[in-house]
């Protein structure tokens, strides 16, 4: 099934709306805090330049200034001035919010993990995955390549490409065949941003496409995906957890799906932090395209008529590498936390990938 240009008309004309009337609002904020600024500081520099009067005493020595100082405040406002890139087009766009900028990215369940950063990043990542010999599959492998891109449209808003790339598949059961994943695009929105507490809570919406390739388990039914998703550091350590629907859009031909996922990282040396994480998902309905008990995991949604109840779990260890300013690499094995035999299509995985931030 090929994308239709009515979809993606619509998803870019909900990007260019909500981008545009964001930026709008942004710069009525820029432009007031601006003025006041500038009042303020002709107030002072007019104060410190007034000569005294001729009935005014000077203030002894031992005398508290009515003057605020201004030295900290002048070397705090360099500062920022240094560190925050000068806007394109309007506050945000691009940069996003670039005190996460630098904060480890999940590694595991790439196309569904969501983490809650409004930055403008790419992320090439290549995931190998073995099928249960025990299971609906008879064994077999998947190799994916796919390459993720997020922009910044704001400080709080962030449009996503999640699923794109191709896979190869391999089965007893299924020809050995390569072809196109399916698409997914989305909106994502920081609700709660919080620097001094190291807190960031967003929501967002993901469509995924049905125009994959049918013989690599793709182009089924389109699926939208909600999600909320946020972020805590404390010292060294950060976390991340997510909760996740899977709604498909023919009740038939896919399965309701709710995923989850938690992530824990520790800045062990330097811009190196070894990562745990746990994933888990459960069918929440049956399809009627398939008469099987797997439903596809968190890599397709096949519609399967036996998994209504049933749930799969597994962890992820690894480790994310800030390499050098921009470009951070993570790796990671990931393995079933229940019976192969009763986790759906997951038996083990390893993941590779780079992320690359503006």
Do not use: C
Request: net charge negative; glycine share 8%.
């Amino acid at each position: 099934m090929q994308v239709s240009p009515f979809r993606l008309a619509i998803v870019s004309a909900a990007v260019i709306a909500i981008g545009a009337a964001a930026s709008m609002a942004q710069d009525r904020s820029s432009d007031a805090n601006r003025r006041a600024y500038d009042a303020w500081k002709v107030r002072i520099d007019r104060s410190r330049h007034t000569p005294l009067a001729l009935n005014q005493d000077e203030p002894d020595e031992g005398e508290e200034s009515s003057e605020p100082p201004t030295d900290t405040s002048s070397t705090i406002e360099s500062e920022e001035d240094m560190a925050e890139p000068a806007p394109i087009l309007w506050k945000g766009f691009l940069y996003g919010d670039q005190h996460f900028r630098d904060k480890p990215r999940p590694i595991g369940a790439p196309l569904y993990f969501e983490d809650p950063f409004i930055n403008s990043d790419l992320r090439p990542f290549f995931m190998w995955h073995k099928f249960p010999k025990s299971g609906a599959l008879k064994g077999g492998q998947l190799t994916v390549y796919a390459m993720q891109a997020r922009v910044a449209l704001t400080e709080r808003l962030q449009f996503m490409a999640s699923a794109d790339g191709f896979s190869h598949i391999e089965s007893p059961i299924l020809d050995d065949d390569t072809g196109a994943n399916d698409l997914a695009l989305g909106l994502k929105y920081a609700l709660i941003v919080d620097h001094e507490n190291e807190f960031l809570l967003s929501t967002g919406l993901r469509w995924r496409l049905s125009n994959g390739h049918a013989n690599t388990l793709n182009g089924n039914v389109d699926e939208l995906s909600p999600f909320v998703t946020m972020y805590k550091g404390v010292g060294k350590w950060n976390f991340m957890a997510d909760v996740v629907g899977r709604i498909a859009m023919d009740e038939h031909q896919g399965n309701h799906i709710l995923s989850w996922d938690a992530h824990v990282d520790y800045e062990l040396f330097e811009n190196f932090f070894p990562l745990l994480e746990v994933h888990g998902l459960h069918y929440l309905s049956n399809g009627d395209r398939l008469p099987l008990d797997i439903g596809g995991g968190d890599y397709a949604n096949i519609g399967s008529n036996n998994v209504a109840g049933t749930s799969s779990f597994w962890g992820s260890i690894g480790f994310r590498w800030n390499i050098v300013e921009h470009i951070s690499w993570g790796a990671a094995y990931e393995f079933p936390l229940q019976d192969p035999q009763n986790n759906d299509i997951f038996e083990q995985r390893a993941i590779s990938g780079l992320t690359i931030t503006f």
